[in-house]
């Protein structure tokens, strides 16, 4: 059956302006789909992008990847699932900012109870990022030293604390002291406060001038030198972001000159193509919240009217944590 339901849309890419709150039409879920009820949905710095066209998609189009919510119907071939399940998704087609929506099956998990859905939508696809950064990219044993930028943010504050919980030493860097009392707070072992130190001097001071095997690096153009220089020969330079523009015109003979080093360029989708897949990484992520190992941060909530000031406040670097949208 179809529903009525306000969702954020934009005709056109641009600021925080282009974002309209709308009353679209549900259809009934295709055969592969769910409709699921949100009850919190993620913000996440890939919406910005989208909204800007730095990823570009057809216009118009709705925004957002990531929610939480109950199954209000499902397609006939989605066997996971039933009317009334408490569910969540971090990859999904884009349009995650709305109150009802379709969803394929295999991009849907269940909640564990003791699980709320504003923890899941603060920790789909952020959380996923991070297991799959930590745990696939660079498979981390326990006894590395690494390199994440922007810890106190909602990929970064998760990463804290998995990289305590595997026993790594992670160290961050953020933008304030109060940043990077946060970040050390949940787990970082060291946090480089890049507006007052020099993070290559200070990354090789804290690893006794070895450096680390692996940086990540979601800030982009700002920082693609400066983690280059952090890593030992080798090393592998995990760039998967662009807070602050993307990395452009390489010349790969650089790699080279710092060492032999590799570079990936990675992306959630890749990583949990199936739903099997992503059942196995989002158990992985849950557990270790069952477990107390990570709690999900949510550092401010916005009604979904407000999704433009959200966005500008991630973007001017003043959120920590995840940012949820709350819905009734
Ligand atoms: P964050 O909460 O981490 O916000 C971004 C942070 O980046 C800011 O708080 C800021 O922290 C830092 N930053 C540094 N330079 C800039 C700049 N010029 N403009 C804005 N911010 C800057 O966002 P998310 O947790 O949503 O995402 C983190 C990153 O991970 C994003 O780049 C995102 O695109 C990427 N990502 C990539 C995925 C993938 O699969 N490839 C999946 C998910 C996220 P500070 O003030 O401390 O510098």
Same mark, same amino acid.
């Given at each position: 059956?179809?529903?009525q339901?306000?969702?954020?849309?934009?005709?056109q890419?641009g600021?925080?302006?282009?974002?309209? $709150?709308?009353t679209?039409?549900?259809?009934?879920?295709?055969?592969?789909?769910?409709?699921?009820?949100?009850?919190?949905?993620?913000l996440?710095?890939?919406d910005?992008?989208?909204?800007t066209?730095?990823?570009?998609?057809p216009?118009?189009?709705g925004l957002?990847?990531e929610?939480?919510?109950?199954?209000?119907?499902?397609?006939?071939?989605?066997r996971?699932?039933?009317v009334g399940?408490r569910v969540?998704?971090?990859?999904?087609?884009?349009?995650?900012?709305?109150?009802?929506? =379709? @969803?394929?099956?295999?991009?849907?998990?269940k909640?564990?109870?003791?699980v709320?859905?504003?923890q899941?939508?603060?920790?789909m696809?952020? /959380?996923?990022?991070?297991?799959?950064?930590?745990?696939?990219?660079?498979?981390?044993?326990?006894d590395?030293t690494?390199?994440?930028?922007?810890?106190?943010?909602? @990929? /970064?504050?998760i990463?804290?604390?998995?990289?305590r919980?595997?026993?790594?030493?992670l160290?961050?860097?953020?933008?304030?002291p109060?940043?990077?009392?946060?970040?050390?707070?949940?787990?970082a072992w060291?946090v480089?406060d890049?507006?007052?130190e020099? @993070?290559?001097?200070?990354?090789?001071? $804290?690893? /006794?001038?070895?450096?680390?095997?692996?940086?990540y690096?979601?800030?982009?153009k700002?920082t693609?030198?400066?983690? $280059?220089?952090?890593?030992?020969?080798?090393?592998?330079?995990?760039s998967?972001? =662009?807070?602050?523009?993307?990395?452009?015109?390489? =010349?790969?003979?650089?790699?080279?000159s710092?060492?032999?080093l590799?570079v990936?360029?990675?992306v959630?989708g890749?990583?949990?193509?199936?739903?099997e897949?992503?059942?196995?990484?989002?158990?992985?992520?849950?557990?270790?919240?069952?477990e107390?190992?990570?709690?999900?941060?949510?550092g401010?909530?916005?009604?979904?009217?407000d999704?433009?000031?959200?966005?500008?406040?991630?973007?001017?670097?003043k959120?920590?944590?995840?940012?949820?949208?709350?819905?009734?």
């Open positions: 059956m179809e529903s339901t306000k969702a954020i849309r934009i005709e890419n600021g925080p302006e282009v974002l309209k $709150l709308v679209v039409t549900v259809p009934a879920p295709e055969k592969n789909e769910v409709t699921i009820e949100q009850k919190a949905i993620g996440n710095f890939t910005v992008y989208c909204r066209g730095l990823y570009p998609r216009l118009p189009h957002g990847f929610a939480s919510g109950v199954v209000k119907a499902v397609g006939a071939e989605v996971h699932l039933k399940d969540a998704y971090g990859q999904s087609p884009i349009g995650a900012y709305a109150e009802i929506r =379709n @969803v394929p099956g295999h991009q849907v998990v909640i564990p109870d003791g709320s859905f504003e899941a939508a603060a920790i696809l952020k /959380g996923l990022t991070a297991q799959y950064l930590l745990r696939q990219t660079y498979r981390l044993q326990g590395e690494i390199l994440f930028h922007a810890a106190a943010g909602g @990929v /970064g504050l990463a804290c604390q998995w990289a919980a595997l026993g790594v030493k160290i961050g860097t953020a933008s304030s109060e940043k990077a009392t946060l970040a050390k707070a949940h787990g060291e480089i890049y507006t007052r020099n @993070v290559a001097d200070r990354v090789s001071e $804290l690893t /006794g001038g070895k450096k680390v095997p692996v940086v690096d979601s800030v982009g700002d693609w030198l400066t983690s $280059l220089d952090c890593l030992q020969p080798r090393g592998l330079m995990v998967f972001g =662009n807070a602050s523009g993307p990395v452009q015109g390489v =010349n790969l003979g650089i790699l080279a710092k060492g032999s590799y990936t360029r990675p959630l890749a990583y949990v193509p199936t739903y897949k992503l059942k196995q990484a989002s158990d992985e992520l849950f557990g270790l919240v069952l107390k190992k990570i709690t999900p941060i949510i401010q909530r916005f009604a979904l009217k999704a433009g000031a959200a966005q500008t406040a991630l973007v001017e670097r959120t920590t944590g995840s940012t949820i949208f709350t819905l009734g």
